[in-house]
């Protein structure tokens, strides 16, 4: 594990070797919105093994042992645009101090709107979600609606905390941009439209988080394989690490 300082912010970041050590596009990890390096566990690993890419997982500000956001429930408070800023302004410029150009981005949750958003703006070799958010659904406010009950009355707080050193600021950064009515009309399909490079979508079809619209909507203008899992919900490498996995090599080695 290692600290990088990414414009002013210090991130916590964990770099995976290439099994073969080969030259292929390494995979550069976005976690969800209560994500950090830790919630991944060994599957990046697993993934890298399997694909024989090198790969790289980092905690965004706020969230694992990066940096805090400080008043996150007052004057640090996410903007609507937060995705936007990780996409077009923090990821760059960890990328660059990286030494990465053109990755495979790999995104699950915010961590796939995140992807999405980038590979929009940025020649990237790839983009692989898993259940991004591409519009604001019903849905979604009812599932995170009650992941603050969860927070505040049951024990989701205390399960978060062994993963985030600052777990308040981890939860409500997340929690209330989402719950905001300025976060109501968050729509990036028209972004989405403009990616041209391959990307592999992934959701269950009991996620409880969205629809299987926030896929079918993607629409890029080059090679969209979505992939749909029952019996499976919003996190298709933690219900289905293996299929999810196999998926991805199978994606990636069409792109070689």
Same mark, same amino acid.
């Given at each position: 594990?290692?600290?990088?300082?990414?414009?002013?912010?210090?991130?916590?970041?964990?770099?995976?070797?290439?099994?073969?050590?080969?030259?292929?596009?390494?995979?550069?990890?976005?976690?969800?919105?209560?994500?950090?390096?830790?919630?991944?566990?060994?599957?990046?690993?697993?993934?890298?093994?399997?694909?024989?890419?090198?790969?790289?997982?980092?905690?965004?500000?706020?969230?694992?042992?990066?940096?805090?956001?400080?008043?996150?429930?007052?004057?640090?408070?996410?903007?609507?645009?937060?995705?936007?800023?990780?996409?077009?302004?923090?990821?760059?410029?960890?990328?660059?101090?990286?030494?990465?150009?053109?990755?495979?981005?790999?995104?699950?949750?915010?961590?796939? &709107?995140?992807? *999405?958003?980038?590979?929009? %703006?940025? /020649?990237? $070799?790839?983009?692989?979600?898993?259940?991004?958010?591409? +519009?604001?659904?019903?849905?979604?406010?009812?599932?995170?609606?009650?992941?603050?009950?969860?927070?505040?009355?049951?024990?989701?707080?205390?399960?978060?905390?062994?993963?985030?050193?600052?777990?308040?600021?981890?939860?409500?950064?997340?929690?209330?941009?989402?719950?905001?009515?300025?976060?109501?009309?968050?729509?990036?399909?028209?972004?989405?439209?403009?990616?041209?490079?391959?990307?592999?979508?992934?959701?269950?079809?009991?996620?409880?988080?969205?629809?299987?619209?926030?896929?079918?909507?993607?629409?890029?203008?080059?090679?969209?394989? &979505?992939?749909? *899992?029952?019996?499976?919900? %919003?996190? /298709?490498? $933690?219900?289905?690490?293996?299929?999810?996995?196999?998926? +991805?090599?199978?994606?990636?080695?069409?792109?070689?």
């Amino acid at each position: 594990m290692e600290r990088l300082l990414v414009n002013g912010v210090g991130l916590e970041v964990q770099r995976v070797a290439a099994p073969g050590g080969g030259p292929l596009a390494p995979i550069v990890f976005l976690h969800e919105g209560l994500g950090s390096v830790a919630m991944w566990r060994d599957w990046p690993h697993q993934l890298c093994a399997a694909t024989n890419r090198s790969g790289v997982i980092f905690s965004r500000r706020g969230y694992g042992a990066s940096d805090a956001v400080p008043e996150v429930r007052g004057a640090g408070r996410l903007a609507p645009d937060y995705m936007h800023r990780e996409a077009l302004e923090t990821l760059p410029a960890l990328l660059e101090e990286l030494g990465i150009e053109r990755p495979v981005l790999l995104g699950h949750s915010d961590g796939g &709107t995140i992807s *999405l958003i980038h590979a929009s %703006h940025f /020649p990237v $070799k790839a983009a692989i979600v898993m259940a991004p958010h591409v +519009i604001v659904e019903d849905v979604s406010i009812r599932a995170i609606e009650q992941a603050r009950e969860a927070y505040e009355h049951g024990d989701l707080r205390a399960r978060l905390q062994r993963y985030h050193r600052d777990v308040d600021c981890a939860f409500w950064q997340w929690n209330d941009i989402w719950l905001s009515p300025a976060f109501r009309d968050f729509d990036i399909r028209s972004e989405c439209r403009r990616i041209v490079a391959p990307v592999l979508a992934i959701q269950g079809e009991d996620d409880p988080y969205g629809t299987l619209r926030q896929i079918d909507e993607i629409a890029p203008q080059g090679l969209c394989q &979505t992939e749909k *899992l029952p019996a499976c919900g %919003h996190s /298709p490498h $933690k219900d289905q690490p293996e299929q999810t996995i196999a998926l +991805i090599a199978k994606f990636l080695t069409s792109l070689s």
